[in-house]
């Protein structure tokens, strides 16, 4: 089992930045790929960005290509999302997700992100 905690989450003006945090634990090495999902009031859960844990290759969604970076600390078995240029649209719970490139098996609780016009 792994479990995954995000944190980071909150209040923010548009055009403003926010980095979330989603800190891995249990059986890590059972997880190729993190990603970072989002599920807005109504709608449904959407792809953010992933990275794979060992070469580092990224994976954006192209809402955020250019506005979001996705990065892991090994040592950590932590995966960041660094979230700049903010818009009223990003706004919505952030969850982090663990797997293969297949499927993810493996989620977080969840972190809401609001950010005011």
């Known amino acids: 089992q792994v479990e995954l905690v995000e944190s980071g989450g909150g209040l923010v003006q548009a055009g403003g930045s926010l980095r979330l945090s989603c800190a891995a634990s249990g059986r890590t090495f059972s997880t190729y790929v993190m990603g970072w999902f989002r599920q807005a009031p109504g709608k449904e859960r959407e792809f953010v960005a992933a990275i794979r844990w060992s070469v580092g290759s990224t994976f954006y969604a192209d809402s955020v290509k250019g506005r979001f970076t996705i990065s892991r600390d090994n040592a950590k078995n932590t995966v960041y999302l660094q979230m700049d240029s903010l818009k009223p649209e990003d706004s919505a719970v952030y969850y982090c997700?663990?797997?293969?490139?297949?499927?993810?098996?493996?989620w977080g609780q969840g972190t809401q992100v609001t950010v005011s016009s």
């Open positions: 997700a663990g797997g293969s490139d297949s499927s993810y098996n493996f």
